[in-house]
């Protein structure tokens, strides 16, 4: 990474430290990308990488526009291609359609990063933005985290072992803990639920409100590939009775019969993800299951998925002081050296127990940072939901499951102990697993 | 209808009287058919009556099978065609091919039909059964009754104004009472949700659990046809603000533009149902809207819908006495008066307000025996749920919202407070509606 | 059959004797079908058999109409329904949703028919047609006539072998003579196509017309079962060198894997059709083959398909007498034997060379009265074609390949040497084998 | 364009002269390009430049292959990616997903493009090649001729007016001649069509054999903008009588109700073609237009589609001197100066009736070197045809249609009066018209 905090770069603890160092790391993310990279679409729930760094951009100057009416792109023409599904901006493109699209060139787009991000600053150098003016620049700036993230998901999708990120090699995982395994088991009652306010968070992290939940019991790591490959083993694919009717139906449509990217190979299984193809190792999580095999799992196994409010109590809640922590390790984020161990994950998870980050109270392991986890919540909004930014989050409020904690793709920036994600039931490209819970 | 309670038939407070009783309905109901009606199927989401008429036999035969191992059907050759959606009889058969079979004949079916109830009786009466023995037939009975109101839906569908309900014709409905409109407070805090125990409730219904909700407000009625044409001639159906962004795909892809069975009619609106092609009634409850339908009306008019928890609570739960009702007008099912009202009410629906079998303690009416009413809530498992009948409502726990209420379509035999139904989000062929709900 | 030749019968030499038997014979097929049979459609290819019912009975009132334009339906409101594919009546219904309609009923269709059979008598009495009027007249005839042939296909499909026609068993086939085998030369230049005028004729066999063809042989017999298992046997349906791209297109999408109703059996296999359920014959025709599947057995057998001219040459055309037969045997159409004989073998082909009506000039057999011939002509116009029914034949004229021959279903009354039929190159369930040709 | 014939090139007038020329072309052709449009595909019928460039030198290892069997390609690898139908070679890739693929990359393929340039060479200076394996790798040079054409209609799909062909700008097309419209008579007879032999043509041109016409008359133009448009304001495309079918399904699937590429402008037109985007030339002739509408415009004119024979004969067929010319205009092929008119109308075409190279002895003008032009002519083998490359033309012997004359995409290497192009019915990216004929 060209260092964010070199003599000329903004102050990385201002919004326009973040800014710079956003945009930068989205560069880095594109480095060492063939031209032809930037073009391709693999699938249709995937976007070309061009698009991403383009569409990102752009959402600074819908930001910009809603700040000050009077702001024009000098754009407007590349509108059509990069808005996502924002109906305001006319009839958005089809999702599907993006990789047919030679123009806007890849250069053109780069040039219009780079401009969108000189823009930018003069914009906010330019006046002064009240508070509510900044938070919308700063949903700008998660908005980019995010994509990155899909970024490194559309990547692996298209290039398999044959991408590295930007980063150098990653220190070798420090040894699993077979000690860490087991159950944490968590009291019921009224928990309060959602972000307390203070710091960055996405309307649907609000407000915090009361729910009750009953004691419960919840896996202190997620699911193995280990765990996961015995499932697998046993006919857990051939066996309709593990499987919710809308999963059997997913199963026989699509063939599956393992993890995305999980291939057959004699007694056991390799995968292809950005170490390369290689053995699935037994001691990391599992990661490329849908909701659907999730909960498959989880029948086979005599138990459930955790609701959203288990997951968060489990990893945020500190009983014996009687409040939340913001992170399962405490309140501090991800210090620089923790920042780097998460990201430096993208070369692989690190097996299961291996988090040196601390437990959380309740004595989970590996809450954030490794996999995206399903919650058997159906995404929707919060007990006295207020939309934070039109048309964003909240037009997705249906036929969505809910997933907890934050991947080793996570930006570190963007993490946040209540952050909440949103997959359709069948999707798997994502870096997403899982973690057991049942009743007590 | 042939009386049931002739001095032949059971006692219709046993279970073998209800069994009568249920026979004698389904049978009546397709009394007036002509032979072709039993054996076309309108969409891939109705069935053909002959269809329903042998799978709820069927299923009587699956529960004698599960009391006695040694169970042996006469039409094993059946099971094929009659099977909805059991993986363990084999894989069934594609639903929407149910209409593309002439064998085996209605005449057939019929003849099963008849032979099935006297098997089931022979049965009975040759063994004393334990309680879980009789709740499983008890469940046989309760899934006829939904059959039945299944069978009025799809007969809609095939027949609008051509079919007349066995009966005779309804008493003129009693006026609206303009008085009974507003809201209903609700004070917020913990609530138990499901059905306490007691008298037949499918497991979906329990464990009863504690659920908190926040103060709320909620309609005393259902959102009528009126107000509904006011959203439509708004402008509602081509205003994408209004709409999820699944609903507005469903909007485009199936060019809704109205209720299911509306047709413009000049300035005004037509409707096609079981009282031939009329025009709207503005003062009866809309019916035949979607989830994305209920959804939209909801934010174009400031408001939300209830959460099923609020629903009930709103319905059963009395602040004065503490406790939970059984029926939003008292504990006493409905009498023969009023299920007479309400089966009668097959001639369409009673004008919003005109309900005589009183208020809920919140003070809504038109809570059961109108439509189906809409929730927020995601159908899924109660915290606790254990299964009652394998493969059976359980396997449906994602991709659907659950439908609180009774619509005038429900036998009154099956209704209860806590029921709970549940569709797929963009389906409308059921008697549904909703009622709106807010923040307090 | 009721006799259409009793003493109220017209006389079967005119054209109303002709049209009183042919609507017997409808009444016939359908005689032994139960309701529910009437009623269903099993593929979107096929039609309720009360749709046939109808849909005849409707093109008389469409030859009424275009007679005299004053003339009125009874019926109207039967069009949209009966209207198979005329745009000129209205957009027609989608022909794959037939099957969705319980109105009108099997009885109504029935007393339509009836009706319509009595309106056409009493039409032509009250007044003298023109030659030109009685044509169109016999043009309704000869369309019931090839109804009652897409009748047999799809109660065959509906029913398999539970169906068996009116006429009571067939004799026993007559033994094979294996010295049928081997080819016929004919010697090329030029050949006069189609039907020279006299006696009734589609539009689309005419005008007669030159054609040039090189010397060639074509088999005295079609291909048979047992010739066509030795290509299935032999990998013919996993090895894409025999087939036409379109065609293993076909192969792969369909997953076909031997003719439609065989099922293996062991080393053997089985068919299911008007004789129940058996092993096929290898001395029979082989039929249900799509044109891809004749196409890629004659490349396997180093043979190809002949065209329409050769066929129709080798059928009718004799050398000695430097004239063109009507029939491949002679000009006499099927006597009463005769058609007594092609029409009960409704209940099976007869075996291979067995046919006693005799061999064409040119030594072929089994030309007429087994299968339709699948050729490798494109079915498309004669050069002069002029149009005999508006949107009848011609506007099929793409997409779809000539057959020749007709069938043991393919009513005597509608049998021609120079008759031309045809259907899309993927389809397989009508009575449809074919025999081979070569470059001589 | 970089001199091929510069000293030194091969002599073009040698088989290897006409390779490097037909190399250096297709470089040429992608001159201009932008780095994405090498990658993007546009719709399932096209394909992305990169893979048209692969694709065509991939053939040449195909062919040397077949020369001699201990041949191996160094690239091997991008078999799976460069092979288009052809099975022997496993199954191919889906046509669809080609612009799927960043990896190989433009850079790579490009250097393979080179690489294999001189593979060919040393291959071909290595040995002597008999009469038979030169036949094969002139069959790859004019593969890749025809998928420079492939590529014009591609590039055109992808960047209408945005791509400028290289070669410089074209002189203005000369003045239309009015006086040259009209219709040419031909007399009819046996016709020997196809190719004689001598020189280059493909296979499915041969063997020459005879062909009975009727007497015909045939335009001597092709069918204007200003001809068609007149189709079209006259509700061509809403009358389904003018319609086959087919077409008419074609018409309301697709919603067409012009050429591909025209623009409704006020009362006019603009299309989008290498020209920019601008008014329709009413003298040009049309094109874009399917098979279907080819045909309706034909019905709507009372007149009809020629055959293959007919348009053959209008364009070689010299009666005076009882010959076969191989060019309209003569024996000669395209001089320097007529392949330049030719290429350099790339840029759009003529005026009707301007071409300068004069009429068909019929009196025919523009056969050769305006548009491609629908036949009424199913794509089949000729009589007695034998294939001379496994699995190239002779697999498509189904569901296409005989387009004959080439268009001013047409590399004038390629161009022949007998040459047989063929695409579905529904297609119309290509540079594809008509003319008229009739009875006569």
Redo the contacts between chains.
């Keep these: 990474m060209g260092d964010p905090r070199s003599p000329a770069a903004p102050d990385p603890g201002t919004l326009m430290g973040q800014f710079a160092a956003t945009r930068a790391m989205t560069m880095e993310m594109v480095d060492g990308l063939?031209?032809?990279?930037?073009?391709?679409?693999?699938?249709p729930y995937t976007s070309p990488p061009?698009w991403h760094v383009g569409h990102v951009s752009w959402i600074y100057e819908v930001v910009m526009g809603r700040i000050d009416p009077g702001y024009r792109s000098q754009r407007e023409d590349l509108s059509g291609y990069l808005n996502s599904?924002y109906?305001?901006f006319g009839e958005p493109g089809e999702k599907g359609r993006r990789?047919?699209?030679?123009?806007p060139?890849?250069?053109e787009v780069l040039s219009y990063f780079r401009a969108t991000s000189g823009r930018v600053a003069e914009f906010v150098a330019s006046r002064s933005l009240d508070e509510a003016q900044a938070r919308l620049l700063e949903i700008g700036i998660h908005h980019e985290c995010q994509h990155q993230e899909l970024l490194a998901y559309d990547l692996q999708h298209?290039?398999g072992g044959?991408y590295e990120p930007a980063g150098g090699k990653a220190a070798p995982p420090p040894p699993a803990d077979p000690g860490a395994a087991g159950e944490a088991r968590v009291g019921g009652g009224?928990y309060r639920l959602g972000h307390p306010g203070g710091g960055f968070a996405y309307d649907i992290e609000m407000p915090e409100?009361?729910?009750?939940?009953?004691d419960y019991a919840i896996d202190r790591l997620p699911v193995t590939n280990g765990q996961y490959a015995r499932f697998v083993e046993d006919g857990g694919y051939s066996d309709?009775?593990h499987?919710?009717?809308?999963?059997?139906e997913s199963v026989k449509e699509n063939g599956w019969d393992a993890p995305m990217y999980w291939e057959r190979d004699g007694e056991g299984w390799q995968v292809d993800d950005f170490a390369g193809k290689h053995a699935v190792d037994p001691s990391e999580p599992v990661r490329h299951v849908s909701?659907?095999e999730a909960d498959a799992y989880c029948r086979w196994a005599g138990k459930r998925l955790p609701t959203e409010a288990e997951w968060e109590k489990a990893a945020l809640w500190d009983e014996g002081n009687g409040r939340k922590r913001r992170f399962p390790w405490g309140d501090g984020g991800p210090t620089p050296e923790r920042a780097n161990l998460l990201e430096s994950r993208l070369w692989g998870c690190a097996p299961a127990g291996s988090y040196p980050a601390g437990a959380s109270p309740s004595g989970c392991l590996q809450m954030i940072g490794d996999v995206w986890e399903w919650t058997?919540s159906?995404f929707?909004g919060y007990?006295?939901f207020r939309t934070g930014f039109e048309e964003y989050n909240d037009?997705?409020?249906?036929?969505q499951k809910v997933l907890r904690g934050g991947s080793f793709g996570t930006p570190s920036a963007s993490i946040r102990g209540t952050c909440r994600n949103f997959f359709r039931?069948g999707e798997r490209w994502m870096f997403c697993g899982f973690r057991c819970a049942r009743?007590a």
């Design positions: 063939e031209g032809d990279d930037f073009v391709v679409q693999t699938a061009k599904y109906q305001r990789g047919t699209f030679s123009r060139t890849t250069d298209m290039l044959r009224l409100h009361a729910v009750y939940t009953e309709y009775r499987w919710l009717a809308d999963g059997w909701f659907y058997s159906e929707a007990p006295g037009k997705w409020f249906t036929g039931l009743d």
